[in-house]
């Protein structure tokens, strides 16, 4: 499939619409627990937490002392709660496609501060809701099927045109390709390295590790034979070789099935939902979206019976 | 001429940004907790230099932003313990509790990296690097906050209260075969005490 062809039309809005509602889900998914977190009574307080930082960031608290003097200096937790809920309006603007580009710019620089605010509770979903919404800052998300295309501001058109012409979508979208298939094979290679994942102690390890929403026990009776050292392999040689297989047409789809099986089974074993829906939006955005075909119209296929048959009228 | 190459060199900057920093933090990630798992301090010159760079301003901001300032090894070499944390206070044992599943989930993870980072009291020696001592120092700051928020948060007043550090040790599939009964084994790795200050 030749770049040009990549059907924007559908993984531009995907891409818009699951990120943001990705986004929205993860922050508010512990918001009951938001005062052990962001408050002045937090599990970590905010300056013991900004003191590990290298000071490449602006955190929650450097904006407190920035604020000093004001009412939001004087309460951390409302100042943490009011970066909480505009990031979440700016996400639902990104959602409905509304003022796209600002929505999504704003979007990366509230989630960068709110999770290194608490960057000791980070974990994998922040890193990858990080890099899908980086990415998100150059694609064309506005394009189709959002607010902005009934908009008609010119200088916001002449802008966005621009933009569409120095980042153009189909190399944002072989960017991110790339990305994951390094991901993907870093991440085999580096299991391949351990002595628990030849043998497939690390599954026997993950699945007892009581942090699922499956009780694996009944795994047990598997006890003596191969079966955990197959399910480790295969899992290796999944993500190993998701660089070469995923760029195969014919094998595309294969791998697509079996590495979302595979972060299916993530969230039954570690209960790591969000971390294995961002990575399936990541793999659909970037192996399935692109590359579905347009079924053929009955308009357009009789208007190829016509062709033929004039054709045919002249020779 | 000068029209398409200005064109193009926004997204040539860009993707060069972009794959430096994804290569950058993925190998020098990879290849020290491949080291670190293994115990080696041998490390080759060439990924101490690429590590180097990833700490230059240019690629932390960059990677900052864009996410990339991470590796790829998921569970990678290992899949590690689990790791529990128990605050004692007023002849009380308890831990820290929440709401919901992501609060925990993220504790979990905050307390299983502790794990990696962790000096055993007896395993601290003095071919420890100044690196190394002064983030156990944080650590035990960070242990000491926990500590003193989960007794407020349960209502424990006490003078003297303490944390124990336990790694959660998931038999192995030798040890299950020989012995049917083999369970989860709590191995203390440290503890931590703290007096009446701590509710100051």
């Known amino acids: 499939m030749k770049n040009n062809s990549f059907k924007a039309k559908y993984w531009l809005p995907f891409f818009r619409v699951t990120i943001a509602v990705f986004s929205i889900i993860h922050i508010l998914s512990f918001s009951r627990d938001y005062a052990l977190f962001f408050s002045g009574n937090s599990f970590i307080q905010a300056d013991v937490m900004d003191a590990n930082l290298r000071g490449v960031a602006i955190n929650l608290f450097d904006i407190h002392l920035l604020l000093s003097g004001t009412t939001l200096a004087a309460d951390y937790y409302l100042l943490s709660k009011l970066a909480i809920g505009v990031y979440v309006f700016v996400l639902f603007c990104l959602a409905v496609g509304l003022f796209t580009r600002l929505s999504t710019i704003l979007a990366l620089l509230l989630q960068v501060v709110l999770l290194d605010s608490i960057h000791s509770f980070k974990y994998g979903a922040d890193y990858f809701n990080t890099i899908l919404l980086f990415y998100a800052v150059w694609a064309p998300l506005g394009k189709h099927f959002s607010i902005d295309n009934h908009l008609n501001f010119s200088f916001r058109n002449q802008v966005e045109s621009a933009l569409q012409r120095l980042f153009p979508a189909n190399i944002i979208l072989r960017i991110m390709q790339i990305h994951i298939c390094i991901v993907y094979g870093f991440s085999g290679i580096e299991k391949m390295t351990g002595p628990n994942w030849q043998s497939g102690e690390s599954i026997w390890r993950a699945v007892h590790n009581d942090s699922g929403f499956i009780d694996f026990s009944f795994f047990n009776q598997f006890l003596g034979s191969s079966f955990f050292w197959a399910l480790a392999w295969v899992t290796m040689l999944l993500e190993a070789l998701y660089p070469i297989m995923i760029n195969i047409n014919f094998t595309r789809k294969f791998w697509l099935i079996g590495t979302i099986g595979m972060h299916i089974s993530i969230v039954l074993i570690l209960g790591l939902f969000h971390f294995a829906a961002i990575m399936i939006i990541f793999n659909l955005v970037t192996y399935f979206f692109p590359y579905v075909k347009d079924k053929p119209s009955q308009r357009s296929i009789s208007s190829k019976q016509t062709f033929i048959s004039l054709s045919n009228t002249t020779l | 001429m000068y029209n398409k190459i200005f064109w193009r060199l926004p997204v040539v900057i860009l993707i060069t940004l972009q794959l430096s920093s994804i290569l950058i933090h993925a190998l020098s990630s990879g ?170």
């Open chain 2, 31 to 200: 290849y020290f907790t491949y080291q670190k798992y293994n115990n080696s301090h041998d490390h080759h010159p060439l990924m101490v230099y690429l590590s180097e760079i990833g700490q230059t301003k240019v690629i932390e901001i960059f990677g900052k932003i864009s996410g990339t300032d991470c590796g790829y090894g998921f569970f990678a070499p290992n899949v590690r313990s689990n790791g529990i944390l128990i605050v004692e206070g007023a002849g009380k044992k308890t831990t820290p509790l929440f709401q919901t599943h992501e609060a925990q989930l993220r504790f979990d993870g905050f307390v299983g990296d502790l794990i990696n980072d962790i000096i055993p009291e007896k395993a601290s020696s003095n071919q420890d690097s100044l690196t190394t001592k002064l983030q156990d120092r944080y650590n035990q700051l960070l242990l000491k906050n926990i500590t003193l928020s989960t007794l407020q948060e349960q209502g424990i007043e006490c003078d003297n209260a303490s944390l124990t550090y336990a790694a959660l040790n998931v038999p192995s599939i030798e040890e299950s075969q020989l012995l049917s009964n083999a369970e989860i084994e709590v191995i203390p790795m440290r503890k931590l005490t703290f007096r009446k200050e701590i509710n100051k």
